[in-house]
């Protein structure tokens, strides 16, 4: 699989049909699972700055009902590990919908551990309430002897449950179980800053000049190696209390007047833990720092060490906040420093990265951004439109051409369908087909309006509505009459009815009746229908162009080539000289 994909569907039915055996390099996953709870997006008010609609994306599917019991007995009936831990799960938990949750991810796993490559990682995010049940469920899946860690994610200072006279500790962080497939697993070592705490300590010399922070590294040994038993020269000015500095030309025969000379050999009982040589180098590179009694000492400048090794407790990575510039209003959505962190330390550039609940497609930008394939795998129309919206504004409009879409109807019957097995996934899909947003849930009344579409006429101007309705079945001049209505009520700009059936000769003469709106690119009709062929076929909206002023989505931060022409911050790699700093 060379080109990066957006699959739509269920990922249990896309990773045997699309993902290879032992082909991706790195998995992630974020699994949904919150009982009684709805998972919704967030999108900019008309106003085009506040998150106050919600829409449901999906509802929470994992309940204990026929299909999870099917689910289950599928698995069990396979037999092995995976079977014997779902029927201790039973036998502990009973059947409820924690359950059925580990009856839906068991068959997914093991898909997926199927789709790594022997080297390959996979990271599981979740929350407490079922990591301790995922934990034994992957280990099941993957052999204990694969569990690498349990990363603790710290993702808020506080939390609103941690109130006067709460009985429990507020829930601050979440959980990434992190296995392998096999033992000899891809690893790129990662480290994270300093603390100030020690670096005010340990690095607190200034060197003059530079003004570098530096700590000092001692250059003896407890043991003797090499070239241990000579005579370390220095010099100084005579009569003046300064360091003493290194005698370079030490083997000269008579000394410079005005300089005051000395040996110095190391502390009793150890020994140099470098060649007289490998000192000179040292002292002619600037390296070397002298006590005042002439000890030399080796200069260990902050900015040269790579931090400290990646842990298992990540505290310095923030979630999301309100009106961060990444935060796109998806209520799960993940920081992308988050997911760069563990594509980094997993993979390197050109692997294959995979997210089979890639809801916003927080790790598709990140592998995005870090050159490396990806697939990406939601079971809504709704994330994947998003997906697309947000390489779009990151990337511009090029970025289309690198990716694929698989799983979307490309053809009339296609939409018919999905119109029929889901009409909310199908409207989720028309809506994408123009730009718009969803505005209801699957229940409940829409008050006429299934998606809505903003725009600005000019920078910072006021904010116009485009009002859509969405039709999968018969239509007629009622319709029209309706969305009419909606559009005088809403005072919208525009109204606009996607349809499946041609529309007859008295609704086109009922939308012409309407009359039309102006703008500063024309005027443009104030009702209009569009069907799904004519959309299919690359028709759009006559209205103000999409990418200059629209505010339907919040847009991602644009992501800025690096210039290549600027110098790489590498760390050098100095030479651990005596004693291991503490970290």
């Known amino acids: 699989m060379d080109a990066n994909e957006l699959y739509y569907g269920d990922n249990l039915d896309i990773l045997p049909r699309y993902v290879g055996d032992e082909s991706v390099d790195l998995i992630y996953l974020d699994p949904p699972f919150k009982s009684n709870q709805d998972y919704n997006v967030l999108f900019a008010e008309r ?15 994992w309940r204990w009902d026929q299909a999870a019991v099917r689910a289950y007995e599928e698995v069990v009936e396979r037999g092995g590990p995976v079977a014997e831990a779902l ?7 009973g059947q409820n919908d924690m359950l059925a949750y580990l009856s839906m991810m068991a068959p997914r796993l093991v898909e997926l551990r199927r789709a790594l490559k022997p080297i390959g990682s996979l990271y599981l995010h979740c929350d407490p309430t079922s990591s301790h049940y995922l934990k034994l469920l992957l280990d099941a899946v993957f052999g204990p002897e694969n569990f690498r ?9 506080a939390h609103s449950d ?48 530079t003004g570098r922070r530096f700590r000092r590294g001692d250059l003896t040994a407890a043991r003797p190696g090499g070239d241990t038993s000579y005579e370390w020269r220095v010099k100084k000015h005579e009569g003046v209390r300064e360091r003493w500095v290194a005698d370079l030309e030490d083997e000269h025969l008579s000394p410079v007047a005005g300089w005051e000379y000395k040996g110095v050999r190391p502390y009793r009982g150890r020994y140099w833990a470098y060649s007289k040589a490998n000192l000179k180098q040292f002292a002619r590179k600037g390296r070397l720092r002298h006590t005042y009694d002439g000890m030399p000492e080796y200069k260990r400048y902050l900015d040269e060490m790579p931090g400290v090794p990646l842990q298992d407790i990540w505290t310095d990575v923030p979630s999301l906040q309100s009106g961060t510039a990444e935060r796109l209003g998806y209520p799960t959505q993940k920081p992308e420093a988050l997911l760069e962190r563990i594509l980094e330390a997993s993979s390197s550039e050109g ?9 916003c497609g927080t790790t598709v930008a990140a592998a995005q951004r870090l050159k490396r394939r990806w697939v990406g795998i939601d079971i809504t129309h709704l994330a994947i439109n998003l997906i697309r919206h947000r390489l779009r504004h990151a990337y511009g409009d090029g970025i289309e051409k690198t990716y694929g879409v698989v799983g979307e ?27 718009a947003r969803p505005t209801q849930t699957k229940k409940g009344a829409d008050k006429g309006i299934d998606g809505r579409r903003y725009f600005h006429e000019v920078e910072g101007g006021a904010t116009q509505e485009i ?33 499946m059936r041609h529309p007859t000769k008295a609704m086109r003469s009922e939308a012409a009746s309407a009359g039309s709106y102006s703008s500063p690119w024309g005027r443009h009709p104030r009702v209009q229908i569009l069907t799904v062929q004519e ?16 505010r339907t989505f919040r847009k991602a931060p644009r992501v800025t080539p690096p210039d290549p022409k600027a110098p790489r911050l590498d760390f050098d790699g100095s030479p651990a000289v005596g004693e291991a700093d503490e970290t």
């Not at 029927?87 to 938990?93: E, H, I, P, T, Y």
Request: net charge negative.
């Open 47 to 61: 106003d085009g700055t506040q998150a106050a609609a919600q829409i449901k994306a999906f509802e929470d599917t």
């Open 87 to 93: 029927r201790a799960f039973r036998m502990c938990v």
């Open 149 to 157: 860690g349990e990363i603790v994610w710290k993702r808020s200072s």
């Open 162 to 209: 941690t109130k006067q006279g709460s009985k429990q500790p507020g829930r601050i962080h979440d959980v990434l179980l992190f296995y392998t497939k096999t033992s000899d697993w891809a690893w790129n070592e990662v480290y994270t800053p300093y603390a100030d705490s020690y670096t005010g300590r340990d690095y607190r010399l200034v060197e003059e000049g």
């Open 351 to 359: 692997d294959l990265v995979l997210d089979p609940f890639c809801g």
């Open 409 to 435: 109807p490309v053809s009339v019957p296609d939409a018919a369908a999905v119109a029929a097995a889901d009409p909310f996934q199908f409207q989720c899909w028309a809506l994408g087909l123009v730009g």
């Open 467 to 499: 009002v859509l309705s969405v039709k999968a079945g018969r239509t007629g001049p009622d319709h029209v009459r309706e969305l009419r209505g909606v559009v005088e009520r809403e005072d919208a700009a525009i109204g606009a009815l996607i349809c």
């Open 535 to 550: 959309l299919l076929g690359g028709a759009h909206l006559d209205a103000p162009p999409t990418r200059q002023v629209d």
